[in-house]
């Protein structure tokens, strides 16, 4: 296909020379943590745990070459969570002393019996192993907050350079890197450090018309990654060889006529069905929404919690699992913010819905023996909450490549690269929009559409699948930025998953429909 990259994962091999966090990782975490949960069982805590967290954030921007803006900032805290009489209480700060966090244990207690009389059934967390002490580290070759400002501009400006040498009228080039390194602690005798950087780089194209000032844009298909610098020079993806083709794709798209609204065969390429899968399997089997226990951002959910084992959610050919262990995606962490070391889980298998994520908490409030290991805290600053693991729509273990799929199509349309969509409170009606969409006529593609988005409701759309590609067509993208909760906390979700052929699918023609 036009965007013949790396598909398959690379195994993971631990960094040659782990990583370091200067300041952080010579505090003394285990006089800080004992602290905290001494003060908090003689304050009456049954449980609770102490999480000291450093996040470092680098933002730039390079337009036309020029650089536009870099931001670098560290975020250093620790946070306090217990349970007093059944009842949550949390506090969070960042005087690293012993004084300090026995202080915030102490405010932890004081809330919980302040929430008491608020709270409905008491907190149950469920059951939970203790393992021995941990330490988990994502793979890194190299540090990305240890290249030079200049390497980095420098990198992003060529890559504008070979959008503008290719005809594109304007080019812009964001970095985004991400690092959490962790040391936790409860009083059940957890005692877990890790630490996961991803990066997500993105080049956008313009061609604009002088005539009309009218543009069309295109954006690349790189996904992010829990990588370190190495992915942005060729390993795990071929930049280069996708910036030089954009700008003649760019001009094919800015000439495409208009689709034409109806119903088509599609063939969905993993750039673009990842982000489907998070809107209508990822959010919808999230147990606290399914019991009604969340509903900020993403709203609640169509599915309840006795449709596991029964609801047909798609054809045969969808096979879901959930995970938080495949190598370099985005929500992989060896143990989660419970404690709870990660695993493998299916959700789906062969069209039934089998599995649902959740914490110890929404666990425990359904009566379920372990939890999936799903907590997570976008910071110190933030109480846990029920996050999305991985969540990856299997290939067919024989089956065939992208080609193939779209030979079997005589009148439909080839759909590449996540853009824009729209979903309902319950996760029922959605519509997707793309980078490229390419008409497709008697099994052969006949140059790109454009203004079109597929339509439709979830169970429909999973229940019209009639084959997945194979692994040579498996690709693994994900959400960097999903938000949730209340304040908001941000996370990020690794979705893996193959082609796809799907039939009778509405499509619309965005410039002169309204769609909900």
């Given at each position: 296909m036009d965007h013949a990259l790396p598909r398959r994962p690379v195994p993971v091999t631990a960094p040659a020379t782990p990583v370091v966090e200067p300041g952080f990782d010579t505090l003394p975490v285990d006089d800080l943590a004992d602290a905290a949960l001494r003060r908090a069982r003689h304050s009456g805590a049954s449980y609770a745990d102490v999480r000291l967290r450093r996040v470092r954030a680098l933002r730039e921007r390079v337009r036309d070459g020029r650089p536009e803006g870099s931001q670098e900032s560290v975020e250093t805290g620790i946070g306090?969570?217990?349970?007093?009489?059944?009842?949550?209480?949390?506090?969070?700060?960042?005087?690293?002393?012993?004084?300090?966090?026995?202080?915030?244990?102490?405010?932890?207690?004081?809330?919980?019996?302040?929430?008491?009389?608020?709270?409905?059934?008491?907190?149950?967390?469920?059951?939970?192993?203790?393992?021995?002490?941990?330490?988990?580290?994502?793979?890194?070759?190299?540090?990305?907050?240890?290249?030079?400002?200049?390497?980095?501009?420098?990198?992003?400006?060529?890559?504008?350079?070979?959008?503008?040498?290719?005809?594109?009228?304007?080019?812009?080039?964001?970095?985004?890197?991400?690092?959490?390194?962790?040391?936790?602690?409860?009083?059940?005798?957890?005692?877990?450090?890790?630490r996961r950087t991803w990066l997500h780089p993105m080049v956008f194209g313009f061609r604009i018309d002088t005539g009309d000032g009218t543009f069309e844009a295109m954006r690349t298909l790189g996904p992010p990654a829990a990588r370190g610098w190495e992915y942005l020079t060729g390993t795990g993806w071929d930049w280069?060889?996708?910036?030089?083709?954009?700008?003649?794709?760019?001009?094919?798209?800015?000439?495409?006529p208009r689709v034409e609204p109806g119903e088509y065969d599609l063939v969905i390429d993993p750039t673009n069905l990842w982000l489907t899968i998070h809107e209508t399997v990822g959010h919808a089997t999230e147990l606290d929404r399914m019991l009604g226990r969340e509903a900020a951002f993403a709203g609640s959910s169509f599915v309840r919690p006795d449709d596991v084992g029964t609801l047909r959610y798609g054809s045969l050919a969808m096979t879901v699992i959930a995970d938080r262990t495949t190598p370099h995606a985005l929500a992989t962490v060896g143990y989660d913010d419970d404690g709870v070391a990660t695993r493998s889980w299916p959700l789906v298998t062969d069209g039934v819905l089998v599995g649902v994520q959740h914490d110890r908490q929404t666990a425990g409030a359904a009566g379920l023996d372990r939890s999936t290991g799903c907590a997570?805290?976008?910071?110190?600053?933030?109480?846990?909450?029920?996050?999305?693991?991985?969540?990856?729509?299997?290939?067919?273990?024989?089956?065939?490549?992208?080609?193939?799929?779209?030979?079997?199509?005589?009148?439909?349309?080839?759909?590449v690269?996540?853009?824009?969509?729209?979903?309902?409170?319950?996760?029922?009606?959605?519509?997707?929009?793309?980078?490229?969409?390419?008409?497709?006529?008697d099994g052969r593609l006949a140059g790109q559409v454009r203004d079109a988005a597929y339509t439709g409701t979830t169970l429909d759309f999973w229940r019209s699948l009639e084959a997945v590609g194979g692994p040579q067509s498996w690709l693994l993208s994900g959400a960097g930025q999903c938000g949730k909760a209340q304040p908001l906390q941000i996370a990020a979700a690794g979705h893996g998953c193959p082609s796809a052929l799907f039939r009778g699918v509405r499509v619309t023609d965005t410039s002169t429909e309204v769609t909900g």
């Open positions: 306090v969570r217990v349970l007093v009489d059944g009842t949550w209480g949390f506090a969070a700060g960042v005087e690293l002393s012993p004084a300090g966090v026995a202080a915030l244990a102490t405010r932890a207690c004081e809330l919980a019996r302040t929430l008491r009389p608020l709270r409905g059934a008491p907190v149950r967390l469920a059951p939970e192993p203790v393992p021995a002490p941990a330490v988990w580290e994502s793979p890194c070759e190299v540090d990305p907050f240890g290249v030079p400002a200049a390497e980095r501009s420098a990198l992003l400006a060529g890559w504008c350079g070979l959008l503008r040498d290719g005809g594109a009228s304007l080019a812009e080039a964001y970095l985004q890197v991400f690092r959490e390194s962790t040391v936790y602690h409860d009083s059940d005798g957890r005692r877990i450090r890790q280069a060889g996708e910036l030089t083709r954009m700008p003649d794709l760019l001009a094919e798209k800015a000439a495409a997570y805290a976008e910071s110190y600053r933030h109480l846990p909450v029920q996050r999305m693991p991985n969540v990856s729509l299997c290939p067919a273990p024989d089956g065939p490549d992208t080609d193939e799929l779209i030979s079997r199509v005589r009148d439909g349309l080839y759909v690269g996540d853009n824009s969509f729209s979903i309902d409170m319950a996760r029922v009606n959605f519509q997707f929009t793309a980078q490229r969409f390419y008409r497709i006529r």
